[in-house]
């Protein structure tokens, strides 16, 4: 596994890459505020080297995804389009044929649902169950969904999970997603479905967006991604075969490992690589 290169902005090595895959939350913005230089770097990119795909574990359609973007200042024209987590799932919900599924999360998240054949009923009568996070994550831990899980787990009940991060920064807070509670399932020895990062679902969808978007194929190898999540955005772009960069900063996932050799152990301990780290996306 080779060394990283550590770069303050991603003009030096844009030039040898024709699309970007760009994490939202993390690098992006932080659930409340955009950082300072990422619009700057995104626009960039798109203007001298290729098409800019938004690429997030929000377990909502894409299309309710630009108008919050639009709330925290970042402009349309720094990219392209935006794939979620919640389109890959919903064709993973729909491959249940209207089975009676047990829904987990909160109402927030109706979008996900609408125009699918999907019918909501108790842990009792439920087929599958579908996993957008937690109800109130301001309050709840994942913990509080062991009992239900459990009960769930000996039915054998396959999830569906819309998000598979563990946890975001919000504004300075962690909240728990849903790949959290897919975790515990997990270890019940639940079986879990996943559309979203790292799993490859979500990739197919962005990189024919990409080439949508190009007009034209273009190689993964000519692809770079940039994510927080070594689990998700750095694991998924490995397993595509796609360069990446992380991001390292404060408000990312992985607080505190500014230095080069607390980044590098971690990278090595994930049994992830990455082209480069950054503190933050910039130009």
């Not at 596994?1 to 699309?19: N, Q, V």
């Not at 690098?27 to 290729?50: K, S, W, Y």
């Not at 396959?158 to 300075?172: F, H, L, R």
């Not at 728990?176 to 020895?189: D, F």
């Amino acid at each position: 596994m080779s060394t990283p290169e550590f770069i303050t902005g991603i003009s030096g090595l844009a030039r040898d890459y024709r699309g970007l895959l760009c994490d939202a939350w993390g690098v992006i913005h932080n659930g409340v505020d955009l950082f300072p230089d990422a619009a700057g770097a995104m626009l960039q990119f798109r203007e001298t080297c290729g098409p800019v795909i938004i690429l997030t574990n929000a377990p909502r359609p894409s299309s309710i995804i630009p108008a919050q973007l639009d709330r925290l200042g970042l402009p349309r024209e720094a990219y392209d389009c935006v794939v979620t987590s919640g389109d890959a799932t919903r064709a993973e919900i729909a491959k249940f044929e209207g089975a009676p599924a047990l829904r987990i999360g909160p109402d927030k998240d109706d979008a996900l649902f609408e125009g699918l054949d999907v019918n909501f009923t108790s842990l009792e009568k439920a087929a599958f169950i579908v996993c957008t996070g937690l109800v109130d994550d301001q309050s709840e831990t994942p913990e509080d969904y062991r009992p239900l899980l459990t009960i769930a787990a000996e039915k054998q009940l396959p999830m569906v999970c819309a998000n598979p991060d563990i946890i975001v920064n919000w504004g300075g807070r962690r909240i728990w997603c849903a790949g959290a509670l897919a975790e515990i399932y997990q270890g019940l020895g639940g079986d879990v479905i996943f559309g979203g990062k790292p799993h490859a679902p979500i990739y197919e969808l962005a990189i024919n967006a990409i080439h949508e978007a190009a007009g034209e194929k273009i190689a993964n190898a000519k692809l770079l991604c940039i994510g927080d999540g070594l689990g998700t955005d750095i694991a998924g772009a490995n397993a595509q075969s796609i360069d990446a960069i992380l991001v390292s900063g404060a408000d990312g996932v992985h607080d505190g490992e500014h230095s080069e050799a607390d980044v590098s152990a971690r990278l090595k301990e994930a049994g992830v690589s990455v082209k480069a780290v950054m503190e933050r996306l910039a130009w």
